[in-house]
């Protein structure tokens, strides 16, 4: 990037927030999938005022602008793929205000997750995303990813929340969030049911869901994932179950009784060997542990994997989970199933080294069967993670060429110069290398 760039970029933010040596940007070329690529320049501005400056320059010089959390995302949408300038939000960090009486937050998008949980457990509230990355991941990369289920932001006028959620950072660059915060749950039972077969706890998920009660969490884990994250944890999890579900329900504590009853008997009736129910807040908390350290015990199986968030109507969860096992066999690949099931937002993971050729080109095989079949089943490629760079070449098939030219030309629309996030979502131009 020419030096009277870098040099506006330094007055804007100061010269001590503006990056362009390799060795200082190393990190801003990955996130948390495989694909890498250079910026040009890293960014990492302060204010409101900041980033529209910052806009404003890369605007007259038709740079591209990448916005950027912790780089959590498992889409390649962080990764600036045609280089330019990279808006680190890591200094936007403040929660401006907790307003308890109406329930809202208004934070600046570097807002860690979890500290937002934190600070609204401490005043009796609930911010109910729950993203297994909520200690690294910030709020505007939740937003940007729709992550971990529903983020509603307000604003004045016309509802543009849902079009700048998930928009993946390729509309513009969010700068502040009002989130709404719901009240903490009165009481809640966990328990863990435990399956010799994985597909039995498949079932429970569909039959729980038909029932009416709607858990708070209902995540399925199978062998693989579960003898992984033990390792990980060290939590005494049964690591010879065939798969195992974590449940929460929360509420009045007789409907929570009531229903964590009748949820303990449909997991029998599905075939549970066992339902333990935490008997205290620390049992409750490990569970919780085992349930965000999945994700982070990946490592173990394999160095490389696809991380999907196929996501399918409820009741075919027990159908995408034995398509699953099957495309573990006609590949020959391990794929591990996790999800957050009660949502129908499962996570095939296909596990390999790349560095063995011919394991890769299965996973690839595998992973466009994933895609495929989850559209199949009347599904949506991605339930939380985003389209980004990794599924942008499926979107159409998703969206349909309607639907797509629809997001191509809001985007011309915001963003006329297509210097947001390019390449990626309704802007996909074709392989990286
Ligand atoms: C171990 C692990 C576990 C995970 N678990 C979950 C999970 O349970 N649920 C889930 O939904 N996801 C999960 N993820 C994915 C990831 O954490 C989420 O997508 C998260 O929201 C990304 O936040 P981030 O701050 O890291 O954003 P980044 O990765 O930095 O960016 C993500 C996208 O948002 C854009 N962006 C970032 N900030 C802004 C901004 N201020 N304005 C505009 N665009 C912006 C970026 O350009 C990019 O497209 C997990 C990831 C890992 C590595």
């Not at 939000?89 to 009486?101: S, Y």
């Not at 390999?352 to 095989?365: G, I, L, S, T, W």
């Not at 089943?377 to 629809?406: D, R």
Request: proline share 5%; charged share 20%; with cysteine.
């Amino acid at each position: 990037m020419n030096a009277s760039i870098l040099n506006e970029l330094r007055n804007i933010v100061g010269k001590d927030y503006v990056m362009s040596a390799k060795e200082d940007m190393i990190i801003y070329a990955s996130d948390a999938t495989m694909f890498d690529h250079w910026p040009d320049a890293v960014v990492q501005p302060a204010s409101r005022d900041e980033v529209v400056g910052i806009v404003k320059v890369a605007a007259k010089n038709n740079i591209p602008l990448t916005g950027r959390g912790a780089g959590t995302c498992l889409s390649g949408g962080a990764i600036p793929l045609k280089g330019g300038i990279v808006v680190d939000m890591a200094r936007m960090d403040r929660i401006r205000k907790i307003d308890a009486a109406n329930k809202i937050a208004i934070v600046e998008p570097g807002v860690i997750t979890f500290e937002l949980a934190s600070q609204a457990t401490k005043l009796g509230l609930l911010y109910p995303p729950d993203p297994s990355s909520w200690k690294e991941s910030t709020l505007g990369g939740n937003v940007a990813e729709c992550a971990g289920g529903a983020v509603d932001g307000e604003m004045c006028g016309p509802d543009w929340t849902m079009l700048i959620t998930g928009s993946e950072g390729t509309l513009g660059l969010i700068t502040a969030i009002t989130l709404r915060l719901v009240p903490a749950p009165v009481t809640k039972k966990t328990m863990m049911a435990i399956y010799e077969r994985l597909e039995d706890a498949a079932k429970t998920v569909s039959v729980t869901m038909a029932s009416g009660i709607i858990p708070t969490t209902l995540e399925l884990m199978d062998n693989m994932a579960i003898v992984a994250t033990e390792k990980a944890v060290k939590i005494g999890l049964p690591v010879q179950a065939g798969g195992l579900l974590l449940i929460e329900i929360d509420g009045m504590p007789s409907t929570v009784e009531e229903n964590a009853k009748r949820v303990s008997d449909i997991c029998k009736e599905c075939g549970a060997l066992e339902v333990k129910v935490a008997q205290t807040a620390a049992e409750a908390e490990s569970l919780w542990v085992a349930r965000r350290g999945v994700a982070k015990a990946f490592g173990q199986i394999a160095p490389c994997k696809f991380a999907e968030d196929a996501t399918v109507p409820r009741s075919l969860v027990p159908l995408l989970v034995e398509k699953s096992l099957e495309m573990q066999k006609k590949y020959n690949i391990p794929i591990l199933i996790v999800g957050h099931a009660g949502d129908g937002n499962m996570h095939p993971t296909i596990m390999f080294d790349k560095r063995d050729k011919d394991a890769a080109a299965r996973a690839e095989q595998a992973l466009d069967e994933v895609h495929l079949v989850t559209l199949e089943l009347g599904g949506t490629l991605s339930g939380e993670h985003g389209i980004g760079f990794a599924k942008a070449p499926y979107l159409k098939a998703e969206t349909g060429p309607v639907g797509y030219k629809m997001g191509q030309d809001v985007k011309a629309v915001l963003d006329p110069a297509g210097i947001m996030n390019p390449g990626k979502m309704f802007n996909y131009e074709g392989a990286l290398h």
